[in-house]
């Protein structure tokens, strides 16, 4: 679920979206008098809604990511409680979560359960009713070798973000560091598979939890993060953000 105010015309009133495992969405407002669900649910998923998210810039707008593979755009002006833009096979499995540029409105990360992690141009992606093929993502890394669990942007910095898996691992990427082509043949190698090499872009990896399931960045103190796993609470700050 996602909470969103409505705005500096009416502070007050709020907006809460709901998803469920029968692949509804359901918007509920507050009134002076109490909370208003609206009764009609938002109907494009075809399994469990496992995401959602408000857009950063524009207020009637949301994400959503599925376990039917795909992440959907919503807006809720629209008639019929349709999603107006969507891609329809993101990951090669369960979208499990999603996150949405604060910063550079257009950018989306989501995060499957085969592992991988997708950067997304929101401007690239179909509007439905196009027989147009789903975009490819802007950026795509496969360093997790379980689901992931979370991901999210950094507050104050618009290319980099961290993520955790079911692998026990917390990672940050920075998306505006390049492959140096003098040091691709001394990269990294991860020790659990000797055949991949670290991507340049990845900082940072935190281990030493058990079954990661949040990530999130401190607002105010920048590059601190907290994680919760299975094991309790890790609260730590890098030299790399």
């Known amino acids: 679920m996602d909470w969103a105010s409505s705005g500096e015309s009416n502070p007050s009133a709020l907006r809460l979206l709901t998803g469920d495992v029968q692949s509804k ?5 507050t009134t002076p008098s109490g909370f208003n669900a609206l009764s009609q649910p938002f109907l494009s998923h075809t399994s469990s809604v496992e995401d959602i998210q408000w857009s950063p810039s ?29 891609i329809e096979k993101a990951h090669e499995s369960d979208v499990n979560v999603i996150s949405w540029n604060r910063h550079t409105s257009y950018l989306m990360l989501s995060g499957g359960d085969e592992g ?5 141009d929101l401007r690239n992606v179909k509007k439905k009713g196009s027989i147009a093929a789903d975009p490819t993502p802007v950026a795509a890394f496969n360093w997790h070798k379980a689901p992931i669990t979370s991901i999210e942007w950094h507050p104050i910095e618009d290319s980099i973000f961290a993520a955790s898996g079911a692998d026990d691992q917390v990672t940050m990427w920075d998306l505006a560091v390049e492959q140096d082509e003098e040091e691709t043949g001394t990269m990294m190698q991860d020790d659990t598979n000797p055949q991949s090499q670290v991507p340049p872009q990845l900082l940072f990896v ?3 939890q058990k079954d990661v399931k949040e990530v999130h960045w401190h607002p ?6 907290v994680s919760t796993a299975l094991d309790g609470f890790n609260v730590f700050k890098t030299i790399s953000v």
């Open 220 to 225: 105010q103190a920048p590059g601190m993060v």
């Open 206 to 208: 935190h281990q030493g």
């Open 58 to 86: 524009e207020a009637t707008v949301f994400g959503s990511c599925s376990a039917d593979q795909s992440i959907q755009i919503w807006d809720v002006r629209s008639k019929g409680r349709k999603s107006v833009a969507g």
């Open 25 to 29: 969405i359901y918007l509920t407002t």
């Open 116 to 120: 991988g992690i997708k950067v997304w």
